[in-house]
């Protein structure tokens, strides 16, 4: 008997179609995934062409930059002088969930990130919710640091004296503004980027987060030329429930390796250096994630921040009194920002890649081009519907929406460790989740409590999104499920290669190195 692959198209209802709760649970193979990558959709696949140092910028050029240069103003009135403290429980937290990436990508290293661990692990129906929540994490928080992108340029137009009008640089109900037109530009320029090439991109990143790195570095060692011990007095003046809103606040600010996870196919070792980047990408945003905001408060009173989006860059231009000075850090800013959205955009598309590979959605995300080696259609769509929400949706409500998803998402990738432990002890790891089960359930346990800690507006826009993905299930994916389409004699043989071998990843070809 021939066993048909997903890859092939097959009838959108055969006879034998397993029931409701039977397609929900069927797992898809993690050989039969790595297959896919290899033959890619449709005859083409990704390009094998990032090493270690591409990966680890992906990581930090998704995250270094989103809680300091942007959110900072909405988080420090929450927390107080003590929210270098909710930087370090989110980083934490983000830690827990990463070394559980780390294993799980060493073992799955395919584009679908936590989508597909959930799908070779917790079965269909718990790769749709967290697939559906990926949509949303990745999505709205490319539009939420977009937002920001408008005050930073007017910090810059602010030292030639001159000011974008708040018309086009705020979303609507935001001082009077109509579309945030900076926000729009960033994320298209961005798109343009991805659909040249993911290679191309991935060097355009490293360059900026090299710069990113030294803006950040060069604020630092301005602001404690202006360091006040007395700022940090009282250290909790919103208690240490503010230190929970703020940390919950902030998560977001840590899903640049939940990024690099998706790059599993473009990796020309993903086995060894995603693992690595991971772990590496952690150190290097948690570590200066917290010396800026140590740095920030020692420089300013807490209060002081309260409204301030381009906190950052006043404080430079009231330390130094060189206009010339924020200057360049704004114009860095608008780059950091660039990264996070070029990088987390990136993705977005490899996600949905993955989800209409597996018949989940239309087709038109997995198509990739011959020519450039990336799914162009795709992130076409995905650029213009995120270039209009950044444009037109206030920054706070994006921050606080990508939060629980991005929670959401992280505790099913712990969840999948202990699963694939226990179920599949035999499988090679290249990295190793520390103090099992320990640190996997900590993991989970730390993005139910920071979930908890977010607001009930914030719930309430989680469970609308959570309805609206049902309603997308049962209209197309069930439909079209290509694991669904497998008869039950086909799905168990298919289950049973997968116990009886142990997937590989070839080696690159020089087609792809070059």
Known sequence: MTVPTYTEQRPAAPAGRPGLAAQLLRRKPIGQMVNEAETGHGGTRLVRSFGVLQLTMISVGATLGTGILVILGESVPLAGPAIWISFAIAGFAALLSAVSYAEMAGLVPVAGSSYSYSY????????????????????????????????????????????????ISQPPGDGGGIMNIPA?????????LLVRGAKESAWVNTAIVVVKVGILIFFCAVAFTAFNAGNFEPLLPMGAAGVSAAASSVFFSYIGFDAASTAGEEARNPKRDLPRAIMLSMLIVTTIYVLVAVAAVGARPWGWFDGNEAALVKILEETTGQPWIALVFAVGAVLAIASIVLTVLYG?????????????????????????????????????????????????????????????????????????????PELTRTFRVPLFPLTPILGALMCAYLMVNLGADTWVTFGIWMLVGLAAYFGYGRRHSRVAALSQEEYRELSSRELSSTPSIPEPSKADLS
Request: with cysteine; net charge positive; proline share 3%.
């Open 120 to 167: 070779a692990t917790l079965g269909e129906g718990m790769a749709w919710i967290c697939g559906w929540c990926l949509v949303l994490e990745y999505a709205v928080s490319v539009a939420a640091v977009a937002v920001g992108a408008g005050q930073y340029v007017n910090e810059t137009l602010a030292v030639f004296g001159q000011v974008l009008p708040d018309s």
């Open 184 to 192: 729009m530009v960033i994320v298209v320029l961005a798109m343009i």
């Open 348 to 424: 977005q598309t490899r996600i949905l890649l993955s989800m209409a590979r597996d018949g989940l959605i239309p087709k038109v995300f997995g198509r990739v081009s011959k020519r450039t080696g990336t799914p162009v259609a795709g992130t076409l769509i995905v650029g213009v519907l995120v270039a209009l929400t950044a444009g037109l949706v206030p920054l706070g409500a994006l921050a606080d929406a990508t939060s629980i998803g991005t929670l959401f998402a992280f505790a099913l990738v712990n969840v999948a460790v202990i699963y694939l432990r226990r179920t599949r």
